[in-house]
């Protein structure tokens, strides 16, 4: 399976390094759909079961939910800090 999940872990550092920088990644879930799929089909390919397929999307999804999880803290900051100056700015 590592061979398998190599191009998708590189890929979700990727995009770590990007949230962790304070960044938002456009169209994350399309992403990571891709990335999903992208992976599930190199373990198909290699002889992996549906056993297999399963225990890579597992992997896979747990950490792209923290990566999510991170964008969203990170929108919801940028929201609230640009509410606050509009509203400081209104008055």
Known sequence: LG???RPALDEIASLRAHVDGGACVPDLGAKAD????AAEARVKESGGDAKAVRDVEKRLDALL???YAKQLRTARAAAVQAFRRAKL???
């Open 3 to 5: 061979g398998a999940l």
């Open 34 to 37: 891709a990335l999903c799929a």
């Open 65 to 67: 939910r923290s990566i």
């Open 89 to 91: 700015g209104g008055e």
